[in-house]
């Protein structure tokens, strides 16, 4: 039900746009968030957005990275930009419901070469 996109291989600097779309029905969404995994290491919280709009972001992509919304196309964009080597992950959207359900998606790679 819940489908990212946009990953790629792109030179450090470059920049991408990150898109996860939720293609079944969820119902009473209330906040959406974009996490990164590398192997071996636990998976990080990047970016959120709640029900209002307002958004977090990990200091580590502060000023380069920016989560947003577009309710009727029922999808939440990542865009990144000024990628670094060390952005280069596995990224995920998980869908957050008022009754407390979580859904997540398959992942998206993202690769930043020096």
């Known amino acids: 039900q819940v489908v990212e996109s946009g990953g790629g291989l792109v030179q450090a600097g470059g920049s991408l746009k990150l898109a996860c779309t939720v293609t079944?029905?969820?119902?009473?969404?209330?906040?959406q968030y974009w996490y990164r995994q590398v192997p071996g290491q636990d998976r990080e919280l990047v970016a959120s957005?709640?029900?209002?709009?307002?958004?977090t972001y990990a200091d580590s992509v502060k000023g380069r990275f920016t989560i947003s919304r577009d309710n009727a196309k029922s999808t939440v964009y990542l865009q990144m930009t000024n990628l670094e080597p060390e952005d280069t992950a596995a990224y995920y959207c998980?869908?957050?419901?008022?009754?407390?359900?979580?859904?997540w998606g398959q992942g998206t790679q993202v690769t930043v070469s020096s």
């Open positions: 957005i709640d029900k209002g709009g307002t958004t």
């Open positions: 998980r869908i957050a419901s008022a009754a407390g359900y979580n859904y």
């Open positions: 079944g029905r969820i119902f009473n969404t209330i906040s």
